[in-house]
């Protein structure tokens, strides 16, 4: 039971993290609303990641060999390994989703408003946390090529001066992560080697 818990914990921030985002999308306030949950979800994920080095130490605890990597036999092996499995990937797209965030607001703020919606960037540094680390270069990656692939479709169409909107294409890409992570590309040899 506790397995599948684990397992579906970051699938639900995603898709809660999807239904928050359309639902501010209809009401006011909504940058300051999502700058809120962003910090609320970077609290859960944090939690989340605690509690799996809770659960990570009752297992070796309970087992003849696993507690002699706890910290009654060996200092700092087990805060080594809870952080470098359970916290750094989250730190890392956290830190690459705060930098994101000031970058395109100050990039909107230079061009007058024109490129994002105010509530923008922190939709996309909200879904580049949850991704992960290394689910946020894929994330990334997969905005980029969608978003290219859309211009060269509006270009052949004839379309001249069309301003495409991502504000949609975040949390598609955030629910395409989804699929990544069921899939078994976590267990192919480019995902092993992105990973920390």
Same mark, same amino acid.
Do not use: C
């Given at each position: 039971?506790?397995? +599948?818990? =684990?397992?579906?914990?970051?699938?639900? @921030? =995603?898709?809660?993290?999807?239904?928050?985002?359309?639902?501010?999308?209809?009401?006011?306030?909504?940058?300051?609303?999502?700058?809120?949950?962003?910090?609320?979800? =970077?609290?859960?994920?944090? %939690?989340?990641?605690?509690?799996?080095?809770?659960? *990570?130490?009752?297992?070796? /605890?309970?087992?003849?060999?696993?507690?002699?990597?706890?910290?009654?036999? *060996? =200092?700092?092996?087990?805060?080594?390994? %809870?952080?470098?499995?359970?916290?750094?990937?989250? $730190?890392?797209?956290?830190?690459?989703? /705060? $930098?994101? +965030?000031?970058?395109?607001?100050?990039?909107?703020?230079?061009? &007058?408003?024109?490129?994002?919606? &105010?509530?923008?960037?922190?939709? /996309?540094? @909200?879904?580049?946390?949850?991704?992960?680390?290394?689910?946020?270069?894929?994330?990334?990656?997969? +905005? $980029?090529?969608?978003?290219?692939?859309?211009?060269?479709?509006?270009?052949?169409?004839?379309?001249? &001066?069309?301003?495409?909107?991502?504000?949609?294409?975040?949390? +598609?890409? /955030? $629910?395409?992560?989804?699929?990544?992570?069921?899939?078994?590309?976590?267990?192919? &040899?480019?995902?092993?080697?992105?990973?920390?």
């Amino acid at each position: 039971m506790s397995e +599948i818990l =684990v397992s579906f914990i970051p699938t639900v @921030l =995603v898709v809660g993290a999807v239904g928050l985002v359309l639902r501010v999308r209809k009401g006011r306030n909504k940058a300051r609303s999502l700058k809120g949950a962003f910090y609320i979800f =970077v609290l859960l994920v944090f %939690s989340y990641s605690s509690w799996l080095s809770y659960l *990570q130490y009752k297992i070796w /605890a309970g087992n003849e060999l696993g507690r002699y990597f706890l910290p009654e036999y *060996q =200092v700092g092996y087990f805060y080594f390994y %809870s952080f470098t499995l359970f916290f750094l990937p989250y $730190l890392l797209s956290f830190i690459l989703g /705060a $930098l994101f +965030i000031y970058l395109l607001t100050k990039l909107n703020n230079s061009r &007058d408003k024109t490129l994002f919606e &105010d509530e923008e960037p922190y939709i /996309a540094g @909200l879904f580049m946390f949850l991704s992960g680390y290394p689910g946020i270069l894929i994330y990334f990656v997969s +905005i $980029l090529a969608v978003y290219l692939l859309w211009h060269i479709v509006e270009m052949f169409r004839g379309a001249k &001066d069309v301003r495409l909107p991502l504000y949609y294409l975040w949390p +598609i890409a /955030a $629910l395409l992560m989804i699929l990544v992570w069921r899939s078994s590309f976590v267990r192919s &040899d480019i995902w092993l080697l992105l990973k920390i």
